[in-house]
């Protein structure tokens, strides 16, 4: 039996989506700005070896105080586009609502190059409107939006790092399909979009 969620948010809801691209005989995977680390404990019920990686001291002590001492998960405290990690050596890699506080090139190539060959890359990202058809997007949704977050009492956890948007919906998915070839992606109701990759195997 599933274990309910101890607290629901607009990121909290992309999780199911993030945990069904998994690929079969995961035996590494990364979770990028892990936050108090839910997402990495629910990997870890799927995958052997599991890191989550953040750059808040708080978040990660408290995802190691949740985390307790569940064998094969750890984290890291540190900055992900310098952090010591190793290259080609995870099969899954997630992200969410991080890669709004980064470089974003720069976050997409560390994934590509930390990504082994074959394995698979999701990012759930935040981006701003600009466009007339962004803001027309943003402004049918808002009235679900608003509902969807007051029925499940939408909450973060005290402490969590915020930042604003900078690049557009068209920027992002600009960019990430001439980094990441083959990319598919989404925009998503609760103010999201998402990416997924799975990257080709060496020749």
């Not at 101890?6 to 035996?27: D, E, F, K, M, S």
């Not at 052997?48 to 405290?77: H, K, Q, Y």
């Not at 394995?119 to 466009?131: M, Q």
């Not at 690049?167 to 103010?191: C, Q, T």
Request: aromatic share 6%; glycine share 10%; hydrophobic share 40%.
């Amino acid at each position: 039996m599933r274990t309910p969620d101890p607290y629901w948010n607009t990121n909290v809801a992309r999780h199911p989506g993030i945990l069904r691209q998994v690929p079969p005989g995961c035996g590494d995977a990364l979770d990028v700005g892990c936050g108090d680390g839910l997402l990495a404990r629910k990997l870890a019920a799927r995958v052997p070896r599991v890191t989550g990686v953040d750059l808040s001291p708080e978040m990660i002590a408290r995802a190691r105080d949740l985390a307790g001492d569940r064998p094969g998960l750890r984290f890291l405290r540190g900055d992900f586009l310098t952090a010591d990690l190793p290259a080609e050596g995870y099969d899954f890699i997630c992200s969410v609502t991080t890669v709004h506080h980064m470089d974003f090139t720069g976050a997409l190539l560390r994934m590509r190059q930390l990504l082994r060959p074959g394995g698979t890359l999701v990012i759930v990202g935040l981006a701003r409107e600009k466009s007339a058809g962004e803001w027309a997007a943003f402004l049918a949704a808002a009235p679900v939006m608003r509902v969807t977050k007051a029925v499940r009492r939408a909450t973060t956890p005290e402490g969590m790092p915020v930042a604003d948007a900078e690049m557009s919906y068209g920027e992002v998915r600009g960019v990430a399909r001439e980094l990441l070839p083959g990319v598919r992606y989404r925009r998503h109701v609760l103010r999201r979009y998402s990416l997924t990759w799975r990257k080709p195997l060496t020749r």
